[in-house]
């Protein structure tokens, strides 16, 4: 029998934000007398009430993107009722994020973006900059000087001596090798100043990304592959990096040399200066046909970089698996696919710049040999001396160099203004379940954050749970419904209840969104009769603990694993929390104890050892709901009795959810909830429901009959 909503069992119920606002509000709270603050949130006993700030932010913040959505069953049919394994890199259509213009508004957004996220480091890029003038200046001196000094050497060597007295080539020569050693120390400044500035900027780009990245919902994970995101964070951070810096001042440097050039051209004979010039107006009409295709295809290369990555990633993760399975053929095959399709795309973007550059090679030399050839005639006429042609020449080269110089940086610019929209992607993306953490940046800490009293009730270190009318499937499967279309469950506070049923029936779903990891579809679910749609996520994830049956380990020693529970906990508490979960059963036999490593994802440890690593992480973050997600299913009998005793301990005097499958954890639930397709279907005590001898009767038989 389903179970219906009577009552809110004594709750207090509060006013609910607008669906509009609430989606969108991290509960930043108004300042009133009766409000506790913590940090970016404020508990208030009355109830959560928005910002009018966060609420303009929310308003403002309604651009989305629509993205594909996994194909999936009818409700009966929804056979997993966990997020997809292999989920399209696409946005899920409940992925929100900022529209980024088109075209040329596109460049101009994101360069005047790439500018705000270099800003402090405006002192070096603008030294580096002092730098490049006194360099430039120094490099334009040059081929004046030695067309002077040329012109000195002829009219010396014709008229026997009738020149300047005292005149020295080689004085010149080494007073302007000074005036070079000068100029090279400025190229190093600029060097070592880009160098630092660009480190920083690729840095706290990194950090900001990641930041985003952190704040994201589960939907996000579910549309986008993590070797994507690495590859963004990793590669695209870099090619920014030369945006603002190198190719900045180099940029800046081709501008300088080149007018500084052409300026100096017009000076010594206009005549040379238009022929000069003649190659680049076609160049830079390339120019930009050239840095549209390359921002294309550069874009495609990263997500190309990304998948092959996201490949590595699940492979090395997976070794074992591919080992067992002799699978290093198959998985070495499709890894080389994804850089072949990488490589065949960078041979694309290779050949345009390479043609580009060809273009822009024989267009510059051609100018210079026109001019050559032009001004070996105006010496011949006597309309221009043989110092200022050599000069000319010069000046030629270095606004050729320069000119070319600049069509490799635009080349440039444009490959890392395609990163830098894949980067602005994710950072100003909004979640669809903002949080204290929304791209902050600075995340602060919020252990052992609790309910206010009022929310909490009159129970001690207990919370009533009430599911509403739920409704809710996948974003990556919205057609395929894994709970509803009216689920609705009660749990009284400090009651432990067994959530039983066969696989797809939509009991793991329940934990995620306990803990708010996705939105529902509609309906509600009330933690002491406050809807977690108006409580901050941070909040509502601080009052459960999930032990899963696969925990996840982080790489660290089994000491900083437990100490994930609750950073700012005491060395003592780390240690009870041990003892309570039986972790020294075990590292009191290692030589190293708790400072033991657990290795990547915890590879080092058994099942079981692991399983009593993550019940301790729990105990020591001390919440009021712990969640049991079949966290013995999959251990043998000795271990599963020292697991069992941690759980004992770690929810005595909780409200429990227990989902499981073995007879020994059902009987011990105070109530047992019976699901079938995303819909309760028989509730009860173990004895009412075998008496009942249907659903649960039947799994029971069937679980017998299987062992």
Known sequence: METKDDTDRGATTVPRMTTS?????????RRSPSCAHNKRFVVCDRSY??????IRRASSSTSTTTDRNGGGNNENDASDSSPPSRPS????????????????????????????????????????????????????????????VLDAAILEATTGGGGDEGFSPLAVSLGLFGLTGTAGLGVYARSLMLNVAGNRIVSRIRRRLFASILSQDSAFFDANKSGDLISRLANDSWYVRSAVTTEAVSGLRGVVMSAGSTSLLFYTSPTLAMISLLSIPPVFLMARVVGRRLKERQNSVQKLHGKATDIAEEVFGGMKTVQSFNAQGLEYDRYATAVTAAHDKEVDVGKIKAAFDGVVHVAANGAVLLVMGYGGTLVLAGELSAGDLTGFLMYSLLMAGNVSSLSGTYTEVMKSIAAAGRLFEIIDRVPKIPSSFQNTGDFGSLDGIRLD??????????????FDGIRFAYPARSDALVLGPDFSLDIDAGENIALVGGSGSGKSTISLLLTRLYNLDSGRILLNGQDIADIDPAIVRGQVGVVSQEPLLFSGSIYDNIRYGRPSASDAEILDA????????????????????????????????????????????????CVLDEATSALDARSEYHINQALHAMTKGRTV?????????????????????????????????????STFHRLVEQQLTNS
């Open 49 to 54: 009430v928005p910002s009018r700030s966060i």
């Open 89 to 148: 890199p696409e946005p899920s259509p409940s992925s929100p994020s900022i529209d980024l213009p088109s075209g040329d508004d596109d460049k101009g957004f994101i360069m005047r973006r790439l500018y705000e996220i270099a800003k402090p480091e405006r002192t070096l890029i603008l030294a580096s900059a002092g730098t490049l003038a006194v360099t430039s200046s120094i490099t334009l001196l040059l081929p004046y000087a030695c067309g002077q």
């Open 657 to 693: 959810i227990s989902i499981a499958h073995r007879l020994s954890t059902i009987r011990e639930a105070d109530r047992i909830a019976v699901l079938k397709g995303g819909r309760i279907v028989e509730t009860g005590t173990f004895d009412e429901l075998i008496r009942l001898k």
């Open 21 to 29: 606002s609430a989606n969108l509000v991290m509960v930043a709270l």
């Open 578 to 625: 041990a003892r309570a979960a039986h972790v020294t059963h075990f590292t009191d036999a290692l030589p190293r104890g708790l400072e033991t490593q657990v290795g990547s994802r915890g590879t080092q440890l058994s099942g079981g050892q692991k399983q009593r690593v993550a019940i301790a992480r729990v105990m020591l973050k001390d919440p009021p709901i």
């Open 453 to 466: 009293p009022f929310v909490r009730g009159k129970h001690k270190g207990s919370i009533s749970i009430k």
